[in-house]
């Protein structure tokens, strides 16, 4: 089993930043890539971003491209996802998850999942 806590969600005006960070307990040896998705109100939850566990390798949603970073601290087991320039629809509760054997954009392939945090984006 892996454990995930979110952090680093809250209030913030346009053209702002935030910087989240997921921490990972528990079997993280077996984790193979961790992701953000987030959930707006009354919308399906979206891929965000992905980075493989060893490599580094990253991946984004064309809608955060160029504005939003992914990194990770193995020796913390820490996944962060910075958030620059943003914008009131980049408004949701962002969560956090870890998949096991592939490094993908489903949401429906990860198996562990934080409890969330929600970023507001005021205009």
């Known amino acids: 089993q892996v454990q995930l806590v979110e952090s680093g969600g809250g209030l913030v005006q346009a053209g702002g930043s935030l910087r989240l960070s997921c921490a990972a307990s528990g079997r993280t040896v077996s984790i193979y890539a961790m992701g953000w998705f987030r959930q707006a109100l009354g919308k399906e939850r979206e891929y965000v971003a992905t980075i493989r566990w060893s490599g580094g390798i990253t991946a984004y949603a064309d809608s955060v491209k160029g504005r939003f970073t992914i990194s990770r601290d193995n020796a913390k087991n820490t996944v962060f996802l910075q958030m620059n320039s943003l914008k009131p629809e980049d408004t949701a509760v962002y969560y956090c998850?870890?998949?096991?054997?592939?490094?993908?954009?489903?949401?429906?392939?990860?198996?562990?999942w934080g409890q969330g945090t929600q970023v507001t984006v005021s205009s």
């Open positions: 998850a870890a998949d096991p054997t592939t490094m993908t954009m489903r949401s429906s392939t990860y198996d562990y």
